[in-house]
Nanobody, 122 residues
């Protein structure tokens, strides 16, 4: 019973761009939010971006606003994270998650994907 599956991670060089995808295998309610988080070794899980499914309203974490863009394809039950101007500090495991409301809090999200590794290195 896998709820969410991320894909698109990999090894890139500083300055490169990368787009992550996350597909839900469960119905997404209109009031739900799909969010992106990341976690680097020894660090707490960090909020990156989230989108409310019906309206498309988006929230961004301060550290990535202006570089990362979240988008969704409702027909495909898929959410994307476009990442630009990547630097080594962006290296982490990236997770998508679904919760009942738009939120920046980890605890508000009930379902999580397995994560996809993004490594930025020269």
């Amino acid at each position: 019973q896998v709820q969410l599956v991320e894909s698109g991670g990999g090894l890139v060089q500083p300055g490169d761009s990368l787009t992550l995808s996350c597909k839900s295998y469960q119905h997404i309610s209109g009031s739900d939010a799909l969010g992106w988080f990341r976690q680097a070794p020894g660090k707490e899980r960090e909020f990156l971006a989230a989108v409310r499914w019906s309206s498309g309203i988006t929230w961004y974490g301060d550290s990535v606003k202006g570089r990362f863009t979240i988008s969704r394809d409702n027909a495909k039950n898929t959410v994307y994270l476009q990442m630009n101007s990547l630097n080594p500090e962006d290296t982490a495991i990236y997770y998508c998650a679904r919760g009942p409301r738009l939120s920046l809090r980890v605890v508000e999200y009930e379902y999580w994907g397995q994560g996809t590794q993004v490594t930025v290195s020269s």
